[in-house]
């Protein structure tokens, strides 16, 4: 059997060269998938799954991985990824989840369902940095894949946005930590605040630095966050609903379902399987 000859795309290509390649080869709609919040210590983790349009269409001013751009930029972005997109999702964890399920297994989980949920069926997936098992298309995880290929990025300012909404809410709901500065990230600000507040209930309790902060870093994961009605309630407050989803429209409006995502249990971290300075792919399947 004659084999297809090998599609090299090379990094100077542009954003877009990674996609087209896929679509000349029969692929045409082409998922990509990231996510925004893995290394904060607070807040939810959140990932997105977007299918960009072929041609002209899809081209989108000002797309880039959404770490480069201003927020004023991402916002653009945003809205314009949401206006374009053939379809797009987005998938909230919220941090009592994190650590209950564990980071890695909730990044795949959100990152799955965020695919599945797509009102158009993806034929090909790209993520960010390393696979995601369990899709019924072929795959490839691209090293920042956020700055080689156009869905990833959007897919990046899709979850980047979404979680900066958040923390902005949650700023209001829990002052003091400067969510809304520094996104539940770890900075000067937010380890000092830490350390003269205590942590909140939307802090990670399964991360070293808010285990340690609040006295319990020697207990296993799922019994560091104090249960409802708890004497820890006074540096807690009043239990409140875990977010669902976010402030915004993208889970109902893909039709993704609400409440908290299912995460499978069992499943082991991976490592990255990241490309090289070109991509090569074989007949278009990893």
Known sequence: MLTPPRTVVRRDGGLYALERALQRRGFRHVAGADEAGRGACAGPLVAAAAVLPEGRRGEIDELADSKLLTPAARER?????????????VVVIPADEVDARGLHVCNLAAMRRALASLSTRPEYVLTDGFGVDGLDVPGLAVWKGDRVAACVAAASVLAKVTRDRIMVELDERYPGYGFAEHKGYITPEHSAALRELGPCREHRFSYVNVATVSGRDGRPPRSRRP???SPDEALFGAPEEAFAEGPDEPMERSGAPGGTVGVALGEQPRPPAPVGEDVVMEGGVR
């Open 77 to 89: 972005v945003y809205d314009e990824v949401v206006a374009r997109a053939l379809a797009y999702a």
């Open 227 to 229: 249960a409802a009605g």
